[in-house]
């Protein structure tokens, strides 16, 4: 049975090739003079949109509401760490914003740099430490009903935004 954890997972291997690719463009801006606006915008809105209207919405809104109901079941409860990690990430993406359009690159690649830093140990925990137990605490029952929730995400974002996405992740080649 496909659980609920499994597509976040998988939504993590792209959120993690586009950190691949961030960290890479943020070592050829340190050699350059001018910021490649059009990629850092792309980028921006890939993490605002899919990592954190998509993706994080599953997790806050769906995923975690349905493990606190089980609680009893489990040996600890890290979702305050994951909500409190997801608003750093955010914070990193304000400051991209702001940097990108003061057109501060030392401040860019800070930015970009420790949200990069942030997600990869963010997504090891989630994946390897708090899905499992997800998975452990959470009844079939509980997974299809998950599951179906984030169809009605998935819906809620629509069509046209999620092609959207999907041209940005072939334009920055991180199929």
């Known amino acids: 049975m496909k659980k609920a954890t499994d597509i976040l997972s998988g939504e993590h291997k792209q959120i993690l090739k586009l950190i691949d690719l ?18 850092f915008q792309k980028v921006i ?9 998509f993706h994080h919405l599953k997790e806050e809104d769906v995923l975690f509401v349905e493990f606190g109901k089980n609680l009893e079941d489990a040996h600890c409860d890290p979702t305050k760490q994951m909500l409190y990690e997801h608003e750093q990430g955010r ?23 420790n949200y990069a830093e942030l997600l990869r140990d963010h997504i090891f925990k989630e994946d390897n430490i708090f899905y499992p137990m997800i998975n452990e605490v959470i009844s079939s029952d509980t997974q299809n009903k998950i599951l179906s929730k984030f169809k009605q995400v998935e819906e809620k974002i629509g069509l046209k935004k999620r092609k959207e996405l999907m041209n940005i992740i072939k334009e920055l080649g991180i199929e």
């Open 22 to 39: 961030l960290c890479v463009r943020c070592n050829e801006l340190e050699k350059e003079v001018e910021i490649d606006k059009e990629f």
């Open 45 to 53: 809105i890939f993490i605002k949109d899919y990592a954190d209207k």
């Open 91 to 113: 914070n990193f993406v304000v400051g991209m914003e702001e940097s990108l359009k003061e057109e501060n690159k030392d401040k860019l690649i800070e930015n970009a740099c």
